[in-house]
């Protein structure tokens, strides 16, 4: 790979980290139609909408965010040594374009642009956005049938429908997911799982279709490491996706979210977590449901690009071990 | 009227202003389904959408954080000596119920909800929603011909399209709304208007139906009352709408909005220029645009209540003078 | 029961949880008045006071917030899937009216609400207001001799007089309850004691009489099941009240508090404590020390709906298991 | 005087204006006890105190975070050229002590404090609290007739009672002060006065006494000059109090009081008719009703303290002329 | 000019205006080594620098959150209808790199910079970071003999040094620059000043010099166009500089800024003082000391990004008269 | 000692915790030039700097915010029973002047005052300013020779430099404190370390000079009482420092911090580490790094002060310790 200094992160000793356009990671901005959109390995692109927030927006301005706190990032993991920017090619694709008063045109254009990403061979680190976002990415990048998910998350998403059987919000895309076949739900685990329930029906279907659920008193009771040897068995080394909802995380940590439910994991244990999905064939990543208008501080995030920051080692782990034979 | 008292908002002596459950102005709570319906004359309204948003979302929490400042109100205006609750009777409908996740389902719902409401023949005082709700709320009360509006606004809302096309968000109602024959352009004086422009077309396209719009610069150099004579006199004895979007107000004063703009009036001419809308045929009012994620403080929502006290007055008077021969 | 359905609260379906006039969980509100008031079971009353702070003041703001945050409570306990809104009629009682400027006056105003209450045999679910409401609420639902109290706090609350000796304070309500005979102080459990002292006469005072107090360092030293069973233990079958202080909490996750210790428990711990109460004789419960204007954000005050909802749920199974024999 | 350079603020050439223990203005902090307090001629004290509070609290925060920002005043009167430091002895006194949970204690504390400072000779400066402290430092300084008052204010504080006519409140100190003779009410103005009325008793009250009650809408329409020259002529040379509640200014840039009115006067406004008060015999004044819970930026407390500069040029200016013969 | 659409800021109906990486006013990014810079006619820059900073800092963090602003910026002015994106070439061309711990490092830093832009041929639009950098812009882009200026500002910011004599910080650009022969005093005019004094120096050494010094009063006093009047008198049509602090502005419309000073002008009167240039020789223009940390909501940057955008329209206006004989 | 009552702070039963001037635990304020200040065994003193920042400003008003909500504190330690002001004389040495543009001439300033204190026998609880502070203190304390040092902190602060070199920031401190021989690398300890790395060269530096790091992910898994044995070893009984990164503490605890990183440790864990101090040899302490306009709320200041009441029982205790035979 002859270019690849063009894809190292503005380093602080040019130019101060408070400094300069933020890009996430203050890696390189790119297009899918740049020439050199091939040599990218991972891309980061945010998906700005909160069409399919069933309370409180503003996830809609959530990779703005994330990506002004992103400039505070470092180069290497602390635990791992990874390097991530160094490993393989990063960039920041921008984001997608979408309609934020029309949730089906939406749609449509999210799963374009990521068929696109698919076609590059990229693998996505996406920064919603609300977590509706999921089910186009996953119609983008699913192509060979139904994946598995590791999801972080206080609630199931599982729900049928709202405000008289609307079937496309942030609380439905894993449900329409499995129906649609491309998540396999005997190969999901949710992890984090509380708060106060309308009926309990998204949570019986989705056990009844064999998604793990691991409310947030069975993660504590049992301890994290027996928590992650169990997901890790259950997405086994299959394609695997990630989806970290922000709302996991305890709302002292990370207020600025839409639907927060008290009583969640903290920062320390949500990187441990994620550091334990090492070596998983992971296919794509995701950080939704920030929103700035909820957390002016840029707090919750800081939380949320410490996160990304963490799934990128592992994706980019990820990568370099396909390429060692 | 026999049962006058029954409408009359919870003394401050009964019970201090911070306390309770805040209806809007401390009145009685009702619905459209009511037995009492019939004795409401004015009717107290929120549409808690923000689906038509094109840039930054909230308003849809707009009719609550109102309901909770409105308690701050007493009962009689300083100036007029009118007491708008003594007078008519008045009373908080609630909320029309939305669907946060889609316009023409929403936009049925409000239309319906008014058209119940013109039955009844109640006068509306809405609160917003954002800028979009004004257009249902026409189609739900003008049955008989186009009506007149005074329009105070930093934007004109005659826009096209957003998006590609789509037609129907807070930027677009008003030409909506002349297109389907609903408002007269012709007697549409829009007051306040600045900030920069895409291409000017809203402009244009309105000044060919007919639409007077003034400049901010128009109404300092003229004055506030000269201005408000060539209103008085546009829209005539005929049948008119009032609409006030907080952002007509100067962001200082009004920050908690989505689309500000600078160099506005102040609050203190607001309170003016509404005054002089005294004894004018007004069929109804909204006030729009208040988004409460932007403003936590409340501070926006006071301005915001105290401009619906003051359109409480006018409406109160035009009931009062229609019932005297 | 023939009436139940209309003790239900405003469903999301038919009205978006983020619409609509708050009450307490979206129930109906009624009055002492209401003819149909023998109906109701559990009341939830906000006490909108703060003139017993000795430091910061707002708590008199705290019930209109924790009823604006309540609206995001769902209907069914994600644990015991006890859901107390079908199980037992609750209601929304209002705010006491409470005089700002007089703390005697308040006092008796607060006991003969309370007083009547009893006399219709609703269990009241209290929201403060700041701590010294605990005392005219106690003095108003005790009639037959002192009860016991499992007391969640940062601070004893058992001092003796402030700025000269005088009693009535929110951090001398305890104090005054053991003295006037209303609190059996051998009944009573302090939970999460913490913070810097004046001289510890508090604490003196209170080992004295025979209050168990249990410090923050105990709690975690042996773990919430084992205080917790020495808490159930020590309040027997016998009736009992329930004080939740806000400050018990972490500051981290209940800012908004006026009198807050570093090093509290944390919301899971919390709910797993009150998780613990069930069972017991508990004649009611409040909520305090939430101050709004020291966390406009609303989040200490979605812990504290979310302690109440919890609270509910254990009151609710309390008059279940009367019923039955 | 030859101590006088003892009473100079600490220079900001010698300690950053961000650094440093805040007293008033950097000046050096005495206590009545002092045995170089007869040298002192202005004294600026705290009264921390909002028990008089009908509405929202937090003025007993007052003083400290007006000390905070008084760190940025500089020495010079920009267009006076008063340096009221050099000019007069002034002496940051501490604050008064005050009883949180009692109003006629805390009436009497204040009450003794002022008498002292009487008996001095100090001239008191006075950052509120509450506007009810007006009512004891009046009761305090005036030990020989009614004195004239010069009232800056969006209401007129003249009103009878609250809560079932308890009578000591932020909205009574004038009524009692007129009722009690230390007020001349012929000799009272009151400008920006504006608001929703309760019934407007206390206006007519006002007037029937004499009390020129100055409208925010007069004094736009004649102009600052004319109505301060009318202002002017009604105090004459006899004895005058300046009372200044923050919230007669726009909530805009005084957003942090307690019951703020839209439609006030501007802060330019606001030095400018001060400056109006030059060569009047002022015996006192005070600033009161910053509430920092409500702004916490401190925002307002900086308008508050710029404001306090203007009257002390003016108190400067007061006893420098007394001592030219 | 062949490739000038490539200069256009992304379209709102390509992308929504609250989505993408937040350039100046959606421009494209550019750096003083791309080969297309010839091409650029006016730059816009940020200094993100707070080292002069000797109160409250801040600043630094300016030019993020102004380009942030900057996306709900559109392409066309009100009044003069200039669009200046069609009529000349301009780009975003990052930060400056400054050295947050050195002054001298920075001053030579920003310096080296902006002669290289003198090179290109390129007029600078300049965001701060704190007033010290206009300075270093002087020095880079003042060639040939000293230049007039236009100062919007609340101080003279024409202090001889700061703590024992530092000659360097954000009080002393324009000293320096008069001293260096770069600024020439005789043609320098400053609108807005007030605020207290140290001890006049700065102004009476102003005055010596020729500086014309507009206090706030004036301004007021002979109204907006008398002193734009004369301030083009001063300039003439020579090379002139235009330096606007935001702290000129009202700190109740622009809050956000480290040394604010209350009475000052308002939005309308700056944007109609700015749109008074038109037709001066300016060659670069600045907007200094937004200071984000102090003003989070963003609406402080909202103003400076609003008169960046007059100014440039000035500036636009100046390059197109230039290309015409 | 006949006068040690003098050195008691303000009781709260004379005047109320929220009112006063806010001296350090409403200590007497005095400078070391007071002819009584051979008395003071512990002085606090505030160095309000951030020019060692290197991205978030704001430490500079550290001192201050830290002096407000210490009045807060009360007198006695609740676990140890220890009463530091009664046991020692304290007192509030007011703020070493710094000079905001010049980092050498602050660091000599802040030098020469600690050589004061030491002359004055005067340990040293230092409030910060940014961590680049710990180094003038230290060459003013340490003058016999390295001293070792136990250092809570997010970072090494073993950095080598930033910007292109330049050595003196708040991530270089105790690399400059080692290499001028005032510390013993072999007796440093590090707790609490974690965050993305630049390149790890500043871990492998300390460790090849004999510095403990010990980061996060050991301190939960080996437990405080573990690690604080190790670390109490390691430091002996020789004369050792203390110093205290707020950012050592989890962010969502003390979110008002320039550079936080997620995964902290907690408050409860921070006290009860400084709890096991007890009985070291420690000659002086700080708290540094709270930034106030990253956190208006006072929130992350009371947790600063809380820790430095810890660290002042542990430095009292160590003075009482020295006075018994």
């Not at 101060?16 to 139609?33: C, E, K, T, Y």
């Not at 590791?150 to 942030?170: C, P, Q, V």
């Not at 068995?233 to 979210?257: E, H, K, L, R």
């Not at 208008?293 to 990820?318: K, R």
Request: net charge negative; hydrophobic share 35%; proline share 7%.
């Amino acid at each position: 790979m002859t270019s690849k200094r063009n894809f190292e992160p503005v380093s602080g000793n040019d130019l101060p980290r408070f400094a300069g356009i933020p890009s996430f990671m203050r890696l390189p901005v790119m297009s899918l139609d740049d020439s050199d959109i091939d040599q990218v390995q991972i891309g980061l692109i945010g998906v700005p909408w909160d069409g399919g927030t069933t309370n409180r927006p503003g996830a809609r301005h959530g990779p703005r965010q994330l990506r002004d706190l992103s400039t505070m990032i470092r180069l290497k993991h602390p635990i791992s040594h990874i390097e991530p920017f160094s490993l393989v090619n990063c960039a920041d694709l921008g984001d997608v374009s979408v309609n934020p008063a029309d949730v089906q045109d939406t749609l449509s254009r999210v799963t374009a642009f990521y068929e696109k990403l698919k076609t590059c061979n990229i693998i996505p680190m996406t920064a919603g956005g609300d977590h509706l976002i999921s089910l186009p990415v996953l119609r983008g990048i699913v192509k060979n049938g139904p994946v598995g998910m590791i999801h972080f998350d206080a609630h199931t998403d599982l729900y049928k429908g709202y405000f008289g059987g609307f079937e496309y919000t942030h609380g439905t895309p894993f449900r329409r997911a499995i129906i649609e076949g491309i998540l396999d739900p005997k190969r999901v685990v949710q992890i984090g799982i509380r708060g106060t329930m309308y009926d309990g029906e998204d949570i019986e279907w989705g056990l009844e279709q064999g998604v793990r659920i691991i409310r947030i008193e069975e993660l504590y009771d049992r301890g994290l490491d027996d928590v992650m040897t169990e997901a890790r068995a259950i997405v086994s080394n299959q394609p695997t996706y990630v989806s970290f909802d922000i709302d996991g995380i305890d709302p002292s940590q990370a207020p600025g979210t839409g639907t927060p439910e008290i009583g969640g994991f903290t920062t320390l244990e949500a990187q441990r977590m994620v550091r334990q999905l090492k070596g998983l064939n992971i296919i794509g990543a995701d950080l939704v449901e920030v929103s700035p208008p909820l957390d002016q501080s840029g707090n919750t995030a800081w939380v949320g690009v410490s996160i990304i920051f963490e799934l990128l080692c592992i994706l980019a782990d990820v990568i370099q071990g396909q390429k060692q034979p």
